[in-house]
């Protein structure tokens, strides 16, 4: 089945600064990148989501850019906010089917004031 | 309000009982799904229903029987389960119109903390 790397597991920044979370996958027929939110003891929640046929999509201070040559995407999250804490998953689907999404392990991101 | 209800939110059982997990959709999608998270674990798939189809998921032990009698409604049915099947079970829904092309965002319920005695 499809693999899905996410690195990495625990990431903490400074308020205000930067922060990067990779996925790597091995299946190149995947067509769709989600990135989920988890704060915790809530619900996982969608914030961004990238398709096959777009390298990079932004919303306010979240982008994802995507890589399929060598089949990695990327969450960028800029002027991290304490609110950002939470644990972050990547997901991907495959092409065809009626399968669901593969998710990654999950960051735990931490910023600190 | 997620437009998601699973009940029970927590549920404790032996390993001989028998429990059932229930979980409803308010949003008009038509697929549903479970998933595991376990600690330390990605978030698994174990059973998909789609365009009121379910895709067999032979990686999941047999203990764990799901039900879905209409595209509103999922059931997790539960029997002799085992300690390391403690997790919290999340049920998802979403809208499919294209099985080639999946557009569908996952909508979560707040899951079932489960413990298995």
């Known amino acids: 089945g499809e693999n899905v790397e996410q690195h990495p597991s625990t990431l903490s920044v400074q308020e205000g600064d930067s922060a990067v979370i990779k996925c790597t996958y091995s299946?190149?027929?995947?067509?769709?990148f989600p990135w989920y939110k988890q704060e915790l003891g809530k619900r996982p929640q969608l914030i961004i989501d990238?398709?096959?046929?777009?390298g990079e999509k932004k919303d306010q201070r979240i982008a994802v850019t995507l890589n399929k040559t060598a089949k990695h995407f990327s969450l960028h999250i800029t002027e991290t906010q304490p609110e950002d804490s939470a644990v972050y998953f990547c997901?991907?689907?495959?092409?065809?089917?009626?399968?669901?999404?593969?998710f990654g392990k999950g960051t735990h991101l931490i910023i600190q004031p | 309000e997620t437009g998601v209800t699973q009940t029970p939110r927590h549920l404790v059982m032996g390993m001989t009982n028998k429990k059932s997990l229930k979980c409803e959709q308010h949003l008009g999608h038509n697929a549903m799904y479970w998933y595991k998270q376990s600690a330390k674990k990605p978030l698994e798939l174990m059973f998909v229903?789609?365009?009121?189809?379910?895709?067999e998921n032979n990686s999941v032990p047999s203990r764990f029987s799901p039900e879905c009698p209409n595209s509103s409604h999922l059931f997790l049915h539960l029997h002799t389960l085992q300690p390391e099947d403690s997790a919290l079970y999340l049920c998802?829904?979403?809208?499919?119109?294209?099985?080639?092309?999946?557009?569908?965002?996952?909508?979560f319920g707040e899951g079932s903390r489960l413990t298995v005695l």
């Open positions: 997901a991907i689907r495959a092409g065809g089917g009626a399968d669901g999404l593969t």
């Open positions: 990238i398709r096959s046929n777009v």
């Open positions: 998802a829904s979403s809208q499919e119109t294209n099985r080639e092309l999946f557009t569908g965002e996952l909508f």
């Open positions: 229903y789609s365009l009121e189809e379910r895709v």
């Open positions: 299946d190149s027929a995947s067509n769709y």
